[in-house]
């Protein structure tokens, strides 16, 4: 399958009941809250005269909460992306909404308009978590809102936030195999990032938010991809797209925040597997060969060969040497004292 050409559109804060602790999205997406059908379809005329492959391609609408603007509202920018499915242009329709801005009503309107997938802002499923980060609604909302969306034949994604007022690793990890439980299509994990004028800057500045930092984070979300990879459950996202406002030398703060952030987490990953691999099997020579795809390459060596660097240095060995293969995307062949090919995720703790 080709690589999918999503086409963004942006509706910050329309349709949201309050203000999350956490959000700005004005400051996150860097576009005004008014937005048209006719803004609509130029976003996607846009995007389609720049797409070099137009076979699958998808019309994303993200950033406020698409259900709970109102009816009337949702079909109009629901029918412009339908207009372009149905003449063949668009494959997908996908949109991100609160958990308690789903019912049979709702549903069936999207079922009507082609929507395919319904992302769910869920953030956490701890009950403290959701009241300090003002949410607004309940854990029982969650459960409902993504059975019927599975009910009524939608893929159903879920969006995970780590380092809220009051979480931590436990609390993440349960919200992560309680995630895994309701078998959805596609997951995001994004580190909470404390942004200007919002109420986490104000509690950050009063001292009564810690923000996570980058290494902290680091580990915190790759214990999480590894629930999600045994599972095999698709990360779709890990951490914020940069943009000029969300930087930080635009208006971040504070926070895990890195414009390769997914490459850190994946890196890490691989490396806790590989020390893990080694010290259990003591497949060990003074000169190692390891092969994977060329991502995973990447992910072995770290930035500036930083895992390299490490792995030698923990094993103490005199060189290793990387070379890329088309192996899977968790598979590793190793060739010291003897070859074998090993799947990564057996190995992370």
Not at 26 to 31: A, E, L, N, Q, S
Not at 200 to 220: A, V
Not at 256 to 273: D, I, T, W
Request: contains cysteine.
């Amino acid at each position: 399958m080709s690589k999918r050409n999503i086409i963004s559109i942006f509706i910050p804060h329309y349709g949201c009941p309050n203000d999350c602790v956490f959000c700005n999205q004005r400051k996150i997406t860097g576009v005004s809250t008014d937005i048209s059908n006719s803004d609509v379809e130029k976003t996607i005329l846009e995007y389609l005269s720049y797409f070099k492959r137009k076979d699958n391609v998808e019309v994303a609408f993200y950033g406020g909460s698409f259900t709970a603007i109102p009816l009337e509202k949702q079909s109009e920018f629901l029918q412009v992306a339908c207009k372009y499915k149905k003449n063949g242009f668009v494959k997908y329709i996908r949109l991100s909404t609160r958990p308690d801005a789903i019912d049979d009503k709702i549903l069936l309107n999207l079922k009507k308009y082609g929507v395919d997938i319904v992302e769910l802002g869920v953030q956490s499923l701890d009950s403290d978590v959701l009241k300090l980060s003002n949410r607004g609604h309940d854990v029982n909302c969650v459960y409902d809102s993504a059975s019927l969306i599975k009910e009524y034949g939608f893929l159903l994604g879920l969006q995970q936030m780590v380092g809220l007022p009051g979480d931590n690793l436990e609390k993440s990890i349960y919200t992560a195999k309680e995630f895994v439980k309701l078998k959805p299509y596609c997951v995001r994990i994004y580190p909470t990032l404390v942004i200007k004028e919002t109420k986490l800057y104000n509690s950050l500045r009063s001292g009564d938010y810690k923000s996570l930092d980058l290494d902290e984070s680091i580990k915190f979300v790759s214990d999480l991809l590894n629930i999600y990879y045994k599972n095999n459950i698709n990360v779709i996202r890990v951490g914020l797209q940069p943009t000029d406002n969300i930087n930080y030398d635009g208006d971040i703060v504070a926070g895990a925040f890195h414009p390769a952030y997914r490459q850190l987490v994946e890196s890490f990953y691989f490396k806790k597997g590989l020390l893990n691999y080694f010290k259990e099997s003591k497949n060990l020579s003074d000169e190692i060969y390891i092969y994977a795809n060329g991502k995973n390459i990447s992910n072995i060596s770290g930035q500036k060969s930083k895992n390299k660097k490490e792995i030698c240095s923990n094993l103490n060995i005199k060189k290793l040497n990387l070379r890329e293969k088309g192996l899977g995307n968790f598979e590793v062949q190793i060739e010291a004292m003897y070859e074998e090919v090993i799947d990564i995720r057996n190995y992370y703790r």
